[in-house]
């Protein structure tokens, strides 16, 4: 009897697993550097892979990791169609600085102000630079924290799987 009941456990932690590996992107209202209400449940990329990037202004990693995927960012839309929307969590005093940042880089990126942090902290987000893939069906498949140069070809790789 001991042996059933743990494998039942076994079987509803792996599902449970399996289930929140696959949620759904949650639901925030946000709004882009221009004013424009955005709900992040919406957003979505036509079928194709979506990256979802929460940084800071003052995140040194994060604009890092902006940068490089910027660099090659183009290319990736050719290849694989995916789109990148970068959530900035600076606090509302501070929020004045992402629009002249995303100017000054260039990013092509969508960019959503999330001053409170409503959206990563839905997502469990204990710190940034992090990552969300999101697949067509707008589920998502992985989310890490942190960056190291040169960690971006693991994106596309990823990427790359799910367009096949």
């Not at 990256?51 to 290319?75: G, H, M, Q």
Request: a negative charge.
């Amino acid at each position: 009897m001991k042996k059933l009941f743990k494998a039942i456990v076994l079987a509803l932690v792996t599902v449970c697993a399996g289930v929140a590996a696959q949620a759904q992107l949650p639901a925030a209202q946000l709004k882009d550097i221009n004013g424009k209400v955005v709900d992040t449940s919406t957003l979505s990329n036509d079928g194709k892979p979506m990256i979802i990037s929460l940084f800071a202004t003052w995140c040194k990693p994060c604009l890092r990791e902006l940068k490089a995927i910027n660099e090659v960012y183009a290319d990736w839309q050719d290849e694989t169609g995916v789109r990148l929307v970068a959530i900035s969590i600076d606090e509302a005093q501070n929020a004045n600085k992402v629009k002249p940042l995303v100017d000054a880089e260039g990013w092509e990126y969508q960019v959503l102000l999330d001053p409170n942090n409503d959206f990563g902290r839905t997502l469990g987000v204990q710190m940034i630079p992090h990552m969300v893939i999101v697949d067509g069906q707008g589920q998502i498949v992985l989310q890490h924290s942190g960056y190291t140069d040169g960690s971006e070809s693991e994106i596309i790789e990823k990427i790359r799987e799910m367009v096949k």
